[in-house]
């Protein structure tokens, strides 16, 4: 049987050991079922979910020893989740993991405003069990408008790994950036960032705000603008966007942060044209790498750059190969 034919919700039957006798029970549960966050076991027993002994508990509630427990993991709150059937690009999958290539253009999450029609969407349709999974399986994200891969955990358990790497920081996320300017030399930016207190729509960097470090390398230069390999050490929303706009090197294309396009001395129609079309930020998750949940192993992907950035890319190419002349 396929897992998406398993029969929704899961129920386990465990029963406390005595060497757990005087936990609470949200701490007993998390030694019984490693495979689930605590937070997602806390909020298992909140909605009545785990019966200790026939009867729902307090999470705070302590064990003896040798209670039964009936843990029947129920879907999450999903009002706004409906599955469709919308195309992926699926480039590994086992038991535990789906690794996509997202393009640009598709919404992550459903919100305000992207109800559906989402990689999470997609997502319930292709693997209906993800509903018993925290957020689809989703651990991180790609903003709506920036390319490439990203991994999903299909159990509880490949979930709480891959938020434990990410904690842990040892979830490898490298991006391609076409920025702005010229850059003389990489670098690690290492600014918090929070909420714009004035554009709510947008992030900056704040004091006070999560803390986040970005580190960036040089690929290649051209007369106005830079291609960097970028590193994410950390998560936050806008991340590299914010950051490189913090260092006055914006991304091309992204009109929330960038504003305008510069286009560089001499360009002709074609390349002046492209920078002033290219709707969307030039960025492109190129390189993930994670340790398998179950086996430890390193895992690794790589991705070449869209067909639209490598476009631009030839245009800046054949520009710069004019000026020289």
């Known amino acids: 049987m396929k897992d998406a034919d398993r029969a929704l919700p899961e129920e386990h039957c465990l029963h406390i050991s005595p060497a757990l006798a005087g936990r609470r029970l949200d701490q007993a ?3 019984l079922v490693p495979e689930y966050s605590r937070s997602r076991l806390q909020q298992l027993i909140d909605q009545g979910s785990v019966l200790v002994n026939g009867t729902t508990r307090r999470r705070r509630d302590k064990v003896q020893g040798g209670e039964e427990i009936r843990l029947r993991l129920a879907p999450e709150s999903r009002s706004t989740w409906v599955a469709q059937p919308i195309a992926m690009d699926i480039l590994f999958e086992d038991d535990q993991l789906l690794v996509v ?8 999450h459903p919100a ?7 990689l999470q969407n997609a997502l319930l349709h292709y693997l209906p069990q993800l509903e018993l999974v925290p957020r689809a399986g989703i651990v991180h994200r790609l903003d709506k408008d920036t390319s490439g891969l990203l991994v999903v955990a ?8 891959l938020v434990d790497q990410l904690q842990r920081r040892s979830l490898y996320r490298e991006y391609r950036a076409l920025v702005q300017g010229i ?3 990489g670098g690690t930016i290492a600014a918090p960032i929070g909420r714009d207190p004035l554009r709510r729509t947008r992030m900056t960097v704040i004091a006070g705000g999560r803390p986040a470090v970005t580190h960036y390398r040089i690929q290649e230069r051209f ?4 291609l960097l390999t970028v590193r994410l050490e950390t998560g936050r929303t806008h991340q590299i ?13 992204d009109r929330t942060y960038g504003g305008r396009p510069r286009l560089p ?4 129609v074609r390349l002046s044209e492209a920078l002033q079309r290219f709707s969307r930020q030039a960025l492109h998750a190129t390189v993930l790498g994670c340790d398998h949940p179950l086996t430890g192993a390193a895992m690794h992907w790589k991705l070449p750059l869209p067909g639209d950035m490598r476009e631009l890319l030839s245009l800046l190419h054949e520009h710069d190969g004019h000026e020289l002349d």
């Open 154 to 161: 299909k159990t509880p358990l490949a979930h709480k790994s």
């Open 241 to 253: 966007r914010v950051h490189m706009v913090h260092i006055h090197h914006p991304l091309v294309g």
């Open 29 to 31: 549960l998390a030694d």
């Open 223 to 226: 007369a106005a603008h830079t």
């Open 101 to 108: 290539d997202k393009p640009a253009g598709l919404v992550v």
């Open 183 to 185: 850059l003389i030399a």
């Open 112 to 118: 305000a405003g992207n109800r559906d029609g989402t």
């Open 265 to 268: 001395r001499g360009a002709g």
